[in-house]
């Protein structure tokens, strides 16, 4: 079913149902070449998917989802966590201001995580 899931709809109902469960995740996004070709960017087809969790999921849990995610879609995923303060104000962190000017595609919306 998996298979059908990311090959039908690709990564982000999979790391959202993999990031979901997870606490210490208040929200995630993909970024990078996936989330600009989703975004109608011309280039080349990526050949990773880079996602920013927000929050403090634990490094074990990182590792997990990261390497189920990478097995479901058969892709290498890159996870990079941030906490919230840092992602409040990414112009403080030359990494965050480049993630927040370019495209983002939401996988866990910060408001269904405080409900």
Do not use: C
Not at 50 to 67: F, K, S, Y
Not at 88 to 96: I, W
């Amino acid at each position: 079913m998996s298979d059908i899931i990311a090959t039908a709809y690709g990564p982000v109902p999979v790391l959202r149902n993999l990031l979901g469960p997870k606490t210490g995740v208040r929200e995630a996004y993909i970024y990078g070449s996936w989330a600009a070709r989703r975004s109608g960017e011309p280039g080349p087809p990526p050949r990773d998917i880079d996602v920013v969790v927000v929050g403090d999921l634990g490094l074990d849990d990182m590792i997990q989802v990261q390497e189920a995610a990478r097995d479901q879609l058969r892709t290498d995923v890159n996870i990079h966590r941030v906490d919230p303060a840092s992602w409040a104000h990414p112009g403080d962190n030359p990494f965050l201001a480049t993630v927040t000017s370019r495209p983002l595609v939401q996988i866990i919306k910060a408001e269904a995580r405080d409900a």
